[in-house]
């Protein structure tokens, strides 16, 4: 027992000293900024601002249709032959043709365009005619348009949490999603990450012989422990720099894009009611984060971590002392993976309904629940689910360490053997 | 009383027996030689005395003490198919080796310290294994068996691979240990190679032991009273002495081997060899190690 500390130390320093750990650890987070960073940039630049042409015969639309970040509307004059030829030659990308109607009998409009127009260009510009229409009957049946816009009222649902005990707080479905998808993903890459190469530095150790001269000090098991143990303190190491490197980014780059959006330029060409709503909806989001409970998620994150990474981590050691190659183990890899692509899958399900029957037996299941339980806990989980989940997580590794364990101490020392499932069945049931 | 004592070992793999009811006793202070073909379980029986593997009946005593886990820390194993850590630097990888024989971080410096510089390894040591020639890194691995200086020392085939200098001095190292005090087993199919380094030897063949004792008293046991004579002219079978063989040898010289069951001493023999020709050499033709394994395994 003894030894373990020492075997622990040397697979943590080997790994931690290499070139490739300081890479990744300062490449990781840039990468991965650099994502999220492409994403906030293509979804805040939107599409490109479409130029379209709009030419009124009915003239009842003189300053409805205003331009969006989506769409750059300009009047034209004339016949629909000559607007038409103008949008062509001059590249507008469409045309609004609102030819003179009956109040009573409205319709008529076409939309000219030189591509298919998406499904939210043509819905806008419905909206628009729609309300102008709308607002236009109502004056006629004699209704004063100021009573008319009084009407009007724009709809942003409050939702709330009523706990059992009565407390009201801020829900936050957002929130949720994000950290939850967040924090299930780096699991499911940390598990594999660092399992393959748990199963690697077993078959180095195979590989290179030096197994038996270290089994001659240290039980078997105790190696695979310590290895084991050593990874996952790689692992925790490797999240915590990724941590601390994201953090210095992100709030860099909170700091460079709050101080954009409060510039004028960019809100110029803007509608006004819309960046208003965007800029609620950034405030929901902010204060509902609060309502996350976030030490609950850090914990769970790193129990989730270490308790999914030992059960894998497990299983990929014993596959490792079963093969001579990476091409041997690739045969063992697909089937002890499939519960965590499988939970990878269901992610989308369990989102829409967090505490459905799916998520509850996924996130109690040991081989599901690291990345199911993750995808949970940011949107609120009893506590007897959770401690129960964690129960049956150690209990799942400590059963797969039980399993992998006795395959691996005769694995180890097997050389060139055709190694199938029932081989490692017969090793499994060996007394010795 | 004996170091070790390997007392009714006997180990299955499936179907296949790889040791039968194995027992030997090994004396303070000597240099031990297992011997036996490819096959035969000298692996099997160094991987139960070292508990990598446990046996399915039978126990091992090491100075009169039933083995236990803690106690391999008293043993030092250098096996067939070793190799060490490709990228981790020598003294590193002694340094790990050695806690994990339980020595202390700072016991083990100073004994690595020690042993590089006898082994001219000195300069080598902050360099990775891979960077290290096969005869170096063969060096490191005899390190790694001797540094937490064990009572017994167990070495499976360990002049396989190393060139004719390095084997030389690994020979040394082996007898200037035993001075010391340490008692070496030393496994081998390579009979020869324990010819003059053994004092005592044990052979295993397909599982089970065919012989035991010092060398001496065994190869005394096989003599056969075959004596191998130099000499100019011409021999003859006459009366009870036998030819076994013959062979010309360079300036006229024959060397045959001849035997007389009748004779009470060699000086009988020679006797009668002078009456036939001019002897210029004459020794008593003990067999070797290998040839006695032979003519006990055939």
């Known amino acids: 027992m003894s030894q373990i500390p020492i075997i622990i130390q040397r697979e943590y320093v080997s790994r931690v000293k290499k070139k490739s750990f300081l890479i990744a650890s300062i490449f990781g987070p840039l990468f991965m900024a650099a994502v999220i960073l492409f994403v906030v940039f293509i979804t805040s630049k939107g599409v490109d601002q479409k130029n379209i042409l709009v030419l009124d015969q009915s003239g009842y639309f003189t300053e409805d249709f205003v331009s969006t970040e989506e769409m750059l509307f300009e009047k034209a004059e004339g016949t629909e032959a000559s607007a038409k030829d103008l949008m062509r030659n001059k590249g507008y990308y469409g045309l609004v043709y609102i030819p003179q109607f009956d109040l009573d009998h409205p319709g008529g409009y076409t939309f000219y365009s030189s591509s298919n127009p998406s499904l939210s260009i043509i819905s806008k510009i419905e909206q628009v005619i729609d309300r102008r229409v709308e607002d236009l009957r109502l004056q006629q049946s004699g209704l004063d348009p100021v009573i008319i816009s009084s009407f009007k009222v724009s709809t942003s649902l409050k939702t709330l949490n009523l706990s059992e005990t009565g407390e009201e707080t801020n829900s936050s479905s957002v929130a949720a999603t994000i950290i939850g998808y967040l924090a299930a993903f780096m699991i499911y890459l940390f598990i594999f990450i660092y399992g393959a190469q748990c199963m690697r530095g077993v078959i180095e150790e195979k590989n290179t012989r030096i197994v038996e001269i270290i089994l001659s000090s240290v039980k078997p098991f105790h190696l695979m422990i310590g290895k084991v143990i050593g990874i996952a303190g790689v692992g925790l190491t490797q999240f915590l720099i990724w941590m601390m490197v994201m953090f210095g980014v992100t709030t860099g780059v909170s700091a460079f894009f709050g101080m954009n959006q409060l510039s004028p330029a960019s809100t110029a060409m803007t509608d006004p009611t819309q960046q208003g709503l965007s800029n609620e909806m950034v405030a929901s989001a902010l204060t509902s984060l609060g309502a996350i409970h976030m030490p609950m998620v850090v914990f769970s994150f790193l129990f989730y971590f270490v308790g999914g990474y030992v059960l894998y981590g497990a299983l990929f050691a014993a596959v490792g002392s079963a093969s001579d190659t990476d091409q041997d183990a690739q045969q063992f890899m697909l089937p002890v993976t499939i519960p965590l692509i499988a939970s990878i899958i269901s992610i989308s399900a369990v989102l829409t309904d967090p505490n459905g029957s799916i998520a509850f037996w996924m996130s109690m299941i040991p081989f599901t629940s690291p990345v199911i339980m993750m995808v949970r806990v940011p949107f609120g989980v009893a506590s007897w689910e959770l401690v129960a989940s964690m129960f049956f997580l150690i209990g799942g590794f400590l059963f797969t360490l039980w399993v992998a364990g006795r395959i691996y101490r005769v694995g180890i020392l097997t050389h060139g053997t055709k190694v199938n499932w029932k081989t490692l069945a017969r090793w499994f049931m060996t007394s010795a | 009383m004996e170091l070790l004592t390997v007392s009714n070992i006997s180990k299955s793999y499936n179907a296949h027996q790889a040791l039968d009811d194995i027992s030997l006793s090994i004396p303070h202070q000597c240099i031990f030689g297992l011997l036996g073909p490819n096959g035969a379980g000298k692996t099997t029986l160094i991987r139960i005395i070292n508990r990598i593997i446990r046996p399915d009946a039978g126990r091992v005593f090491l100075n009169g003490e039933e083995m236990t886990d803690g106690m391999v820390r008293k043993i030092g194993y ?168 013959m062979e010309a040898l360079e300036g006229g010289l024959t060397r045959a081997l001849v035997k007389d069951p009748s004779a009470q001493n060699p000086n009988q023999l020679l006797q009668k060899l002078i009456e036939q020709v001019e002897v210029h050499g004459f020794a008593e033709k003990i067999p070797s190690i290998n040839e006695i394994f032979i003519s006990n395994v055939k």
Not at chain 2, 118 to 145: C, H, P, R, Y
Not at chain 2, 199 to 206: F, G, K, Q
Not at chain 2, 216 to 232: A, L, M, P
């Open chain 2, 78 to 245: 250098l096996p067939e198919e070793r190799g060490l850590y490709k990228k981790m630097k020598v003294a590193e990888q002694l340094l790990y080796l050695a806690r994990l024989k339980g020595m202390s971080a700072r016991d083990a410096r100073r004994k690595i310290r020690f042993w590089l510089e006898k082994l001219e390894l000195s300069i080598w040591w902050n360099k990775n294994i891979e960077d290290l020639s096969k005869g170096m890194a063969q060096k490191v691995q005899f390190i790694a068996t001797v540094i937490h200086e064990p009572d017994l020392i167990i070495l499976d085939e360990p002049f396989s691979g190393f060139d004719p200098v390095n084997a030389d001095l690994i020979k040394n190292e082996i007898l200037e240990l035993r001075k010391n005090g340490s008692t070496v087993i030393f496994s081998t199919h390579r009979m020869e190679s324990v010819e003059e380094l053994c004092d005592d030897i044990a052979m295993i063949n397909r599982s089970r032991k065919v012989l035991e004792g010092s060398k001496s008293e065994i190869r005394n046991r096989h003599r056969t009273g075959t004596y191998q004579v130099d000499f100019k002219g011409q021999l003859q079978t006459s009366g009870k002495v036998k030819i076994s063989s």
